[in-house]
């Protein structure tokens, strides 16, 4: 009878570069950064034509519509091209992984090896954002770039005065601060475990599945993995995105926008 293992939840370490580990889901994020860099590649031989052939004019759709979908949440062309650079990028590369993850032979190509001192069959490939680790890295990045974004757009006082306030000028202002400080911390838990959290359970459907019932029984789950790889790179990006757009916008613009839409009559009343 075979036997069945569920995957562990720490990726497991293949081999060391010095005192540096090589892991599972390192060697996936490698390949998926290796990916993207040959589409670079490409892209770049087009010289970005006026004609462009097939390859080049897909990359062009592929590019002005997520470009256009993000400009019709940030409703502000110019900040659109400002915070796109990164938040595509975050998209485009947790999607390459995201999808690079069901591929085959990803978690079922194995070398022995010792894992948390026992000799195993572990696996060459493993989706990279199984890996806690690797999640956790990413959203750092997206809440680090928050707050750049932001003390970009406010400067360092003003976008500090979001968080701290006098508790003798406005002891609520200075309460809310504290709540918005703790909820700035909060994303990046809030990040990493949301990813991790559903690309792991798919993961682990995968395996269950394909013990239970191999062969053509996976196939619908990796349909629903595809999707599920898609839904969760763009709700990241969109968070990033969102984020970003509300930490560059000062309490200021709030109170003005806000008191904005009560003076103007509703169009229903005109």
């Known amino acids: 009878m ?3 293992e569920t995957p562990p939840l720490a990726s497991e370490t293949l081999a060391h570069i010095g005192s540096f580990p090589v892991r599972n889901t390192m060697i996936m994020a490698w390949l998926a950064m290796a990916v993207l860099f040959l589409v670079a590649y490409f892209v770049r031989r087009t010289r970005y034509r006026e004609v462009p052939g097939r390859f080049q004019g897909f990359i062009e759709i592929m590019v002005e519509a997520l470009f256009n979908f993000f400009d019709s949440i940030v ?7 400002r915070f796109f650079p990164i938040v595509a990028t975050i998209f485009i590369f947790l999607l390459t992984a995201n999808w690079m993850g069901i591929l085959p032979g990803v978690g079922s190509i194995t070398i022995l090896g010792e894992h948390e001192g026992k000799m195993l069959n572990l696996p060459i490939f493993r989706s990279m954002n199984a890996d806690v680790n690797m999640t956790l890295a990413i959203a750092i990045i997206s809440v680090v770039a928050t707050q750049v974004y932001g003390v970009w757009a406010l400067g360092f006082f ?11 000028k406005d002891p609520i202002g200075s309460f809310v601060g504290i709540l918005e400080l703790i909820a700035e911390c909060a994303k990046v838990i809030s990040f ?15 395996v269950v599945i394909s013990f239970l019932m191999p062969y053509l029984a996976p196939i619908p789950f990796m349909g629903l993995e595809l999707f599920v790889g898609f839904i969760q790179a763009l709700v990241f990006s969109l968070l990033t995105l969102v984020f970003i757009k509300m930490g560059t916008t000062g309490h200021g613009e709030h109170h003005e926008s806000s008191s904005h839409a009560h003076a103007s009559p509703s169009p229903a009343l005109t």
């Open 2 to 4: 075979a036997h069945f």
């Open 75 to 81: 409703q502000d062309r110019k900040q659109t091209k």
């Open 158 to 168: 003003s976008y500090a005065g979001k968080f701290f306030v006098a508790p003798w």
């Open 192 to 206: 990493t475990f949301r990813l991790f959290g559903n690309i792991f359970a798919g993961e682990v459907l995968l």
